[in-house]
């Protein structure tokens, strides 16, 4: 319980969040004129928003930004008067229903949700003298403006910062539960919200382990189901998310990315889930904001600022402090290298060769802790690590690369096709890829769970697994190592103790890492 309580706490702040919900005093900002009032959304509920505006004479453009899941209406407040102090923008900062000081209850992006955005922009248009409008926000609010634009054709540009394209697959990635992602935003909805039909009925079977039906919501609250409508009305959209994101993995957002046919741009950093755009919000020097004040300066005010001429795929790699540009994801992976597992190792050759360990069984290969490692990484450039020697043979696979003679980056979605045979019927599988060092200290790169369900026992399965996307650099004389065994901390494991996966590789079915 103690664990629980200090990951919500680490999401809370993430997330900018708040328990205050009386309606808060108006700060005053030079050159701005900041109000608060209360907008009629969707079923009369009242929601509460802080209205932005510059001084100089409109129609100034708008950009509305619905809060983030557990936030107040104050929560991108300081960066709402920086964008109209700097670039002429009517701001509405607001919360979710079922937030803060917004009344009705939380509808998890649900239709209710949509028609309080469109609602916020209907009260503008009466109340302000507005130009074209935009949306942005951050986590939650990521997921409902991107909804939001899909229904109502009037959003010409989206931010959406460290949300989700595909609620299902960020929640159940391939079948297996984020146990510290979801007993922390159910806890965050309890503690600081008034639950809702749907949130009730996702936990409700949820806590049964029905996840099947607890996301039969998922789909209407996706826009992944809804790029059709996006392509039709062609708002410009910018995604930006970080590569430890441990709520929204990035892997969704990078799929949505290429079913685009719109104006976008994709930017992955290193970092946990809202850690990269925080400070923007809070009025402070960010490189996520910079680049969300040049999209709406060019695709609401029209400026000539190149922003749509650049790559429109911007990656930071793992330590490093530049972001590197591409033309698109395929770009990202470059001439891909593709290795063969073996009994010995990582080689350039296919092999036949079995080998079986023991499941239900922890090692020392990890993929850490919800919030905390992924900021290590992001702000202290820390990642995860794990002494790969220590790591026990008998309940996980473990393969290593021969030594780097250069510099190699792993850039993109790194994939690992094995044949893996359970003894059971359910059963999961962690895959972990390092970088080693000759000591043998692994610098967790990227990771991805995947649960067999209903298989036969006995019968083998052919895994192909993406990894999560990510960009690093494997120094000279480091190698690579990659660790698959069955229990992760942060994650629920249909492993059992005394049961057995077998992995094998054989000329039809080679294992494979491509990266």
């Known amino acids: 319980m103690r664990r629980l309580r200090a990951v919500a706490l680490g999401i809370s702040f993430a997330l900018l969040g708040s328990t205050a919900a009386a309606a808060p ?21 009242r929601l509460g928003a802080f209205v932005v505006t510059p001084e100089s004479s409109g129609p ?21 008067q920086r964008l109209a102090r700097s670039g002429g923008y009517t701001v509405i900062s607001y919360a979710a229903r079922g937030f803060g000081d917004s009344g009705g209850r939380i509808e998890v992006a649900g239709p209710e949700d949509v028609t309080d955005a469109s609602s916020v922009i209907d009260w503008a248009v009466e109340h302000r003298s507005i130009g074209r409008i935009g949306m942005a926000g951050i986590s939650y609010g990521a997921g409902i403006s991107l909804l939001t634009a899909a229904a109502d054709k009037r ?11 595909d609620l299902g697959e960020s929640l159940y990635a391939d079948k297996t539960v984020n146990v510290q992602a979801a007993e922390s935003l159910l806890a965050l909805g309890r503690l600081t919200g008034r639950p809702g039909t749907a949130l009730k009925f996702i936990e409700d079977n949820y806590r049964k382990g029905d996840l099947n039906t607890a996301l039969e919501l998922a789909p209407e609250r996706s826009v992944s189901t809804k790029v059709d409508q996006l392509d039709k009305g062609k708002p410009a959209i910018l995604l930006a998310n970080s590569f430890e994101d441990g709520i929204f993995p990035p892997g969704q957002y990078v799929d949505f990315f290429n079913r685009l046919h719109t104006p976008k741009r994709l930017m992955l950093q290193p970092g946990e889930h809202g850690t990269g755009e925080a400070t923007g919000a809070l009025g402070l020097p960010n490189e996520v904001w910079s680049n969300l004040t040049r999209w709406f300066d060019h695709y609401l005010r029209g400026a000539g ?12 790699p793992a330590k490093q402090d530049a972001y590197r540009g591409y033309a698109s994801w395929a770009a990202t992976q470059g001439a891909q290298h593709r290795q063969y597992l073996s009994a010995q190792g990582i080689g350039a050759a296919p092999a036949s060769w079995s080998e079986r360990i023991e499941a239900g069984v922890p090692s020392p290969a990890d993929s850490g802790t919800l919030i905390l490692s992924g900021a290590l990484l992001g702000y202290l ?24 003679a250069t510099d190699t980056p792993v850039t993109g979605t790194p994939r690992l096709a094995v044949t893996a045979t359970p003894s059971t019927r359910d059963t999961t599988l962690f895959a972990y890829l390092y970088d080693t060092d000759a000591h043998g200290n692994g610098q967790l790169i990227t ?7 209903g298989a036969e026992p006995g019968a083998p399965q052919r895994i192909e697994l993406a990894l999560e996307p990510i960009s690093w650099t494997v120094p000279a004389g480091h190698h690579l190592s990659l660790v698959v065994d069955t229990m992760d901390g942060r994650y629920a494991s249909a492993a059992t103790k005394g049961s057995t996966v077998t992995f094998g590789s054989s000329p039809q079915h080679p294992a494979t890492l491509t990266y």
């Open 25 to 45: 005093k108006v700060p005053s900002a030079p050159g701005v004129d900041t109000s608060y009032t209360q907008i009629t959304g969707a079923g009369g509920v």
């Open 60 to 80: 100034h453009p708008l950009i509305v930004m619905p809060g983030s899941w557990s936030a107040p209406s104050a929560e991108y407040l300081l960066g709402a």
């Open 155 to 165: 959003v010409h540009a989206v931010g959406a910062l460290s949300g989700w394209a």
């Open 305 to 316: 600022n190149g922003i749509d001429t650049e790559s429109p795929v911007q990656l930071k």
């Open 381 to 404: 450039k820390a990642p995860v690590t794990a002494p790969i020697p220590a790591v026990s043979r008998n309940n996980a696979g473990v393969w290593s690369a021969a030594p780097v």
């Open 447 to 453: 990771h991805e769970p995947v649960t067999i369900r």
